[in-house]
């Protein structure tokens, strides 16, 4: 009885695509859904790797044209009113308050420092939602996925004794199939749920680390006008 037993249950095919094909609708849908959530995921994190390091070189090659001894004015006009990258943005944003500010005698206008560093706050929002962008994905993925996972098992486990009560037979070759399925469900959400989580913290960071830096920037320049304010 056990040789054949055995022997049934090395006829089963326990490939992942024949564990799907064998699955559940409800199962399936469980699987498709961790499926596209992973592939999506991967897409973000691609894409987001791709953008920081784009962000970082345009960085590195602004702070080398700021801080090369050019003229403010000199600089600004050479970027024109179509900046390429976040920091040149927000130095566009505000030097175009700064001339804003000024009246037609030379003067300035009450409030300058303020509205420039408002407008260079409203610059580095915007380079915010940029770098961010599909992070919420990431940890949406990372904190549903596993559960996700789980109700699929659930439901596999539950489909393996419904399908025991039918035959009354518990022999492998009937429960198997059942729990492999079962736990694939478990192994895609965890699949899909790991890489978003270690991905969404890493690129968190990153993008927090680019921020700071674009602070910063803000910071020296808004230094750099006041003293001409104060002039």
Known sequence: METETLAAAQEID?????????????NKLVLMTLLLMSFWSWSIIIQRVLTFR???????????????????????ETIGPQP???SERIFVAGMTEWRRSHRQDGKLIAGAQARI??????????????????????????????FIGLFGTVWGIKHSFEQI?????????????????????????LVAAIPAVVAYNKLNSDSERILNGYESFADEFSTILSRQLDA
């Not at 326990?14 to 409800?26: D, G, I, R």
């Not at 059942?178 to 192994?187: C, F, Q, R």
Request: charged share 20%.
């Open 117 to 146: 560093d408002r407008a260079m706050d409203v610059a580095i929002a915007r380079e915010n939602e940029v770098l961010n962008k599909g992070l919420g994905f990431l940890a949406t993925t990372g904190s549903t996925a596993p």
């Open 54 to 76: 784009r962000a970082r070189a345009e960085a590195e090659e602004f702070d080398r044209a700021f801080w090369s001894g050019e003229p403010l004015d000199e600089l600004y």
């Open 165 to 189: 009560a039918i035959s009354q037979n518990t022999n492998l070759a009937v429960v198997a199939p059942g729990i492999a399925e079962a736990l694939l469900a478990t192994a895609i959400g």
């Open 14 to 26: 326990f490939s992942v695509l024949a564990l799907f094909m064998k699955a559940t609708l409800t």
């Open 84 to 86: 390429q990258g976040a």
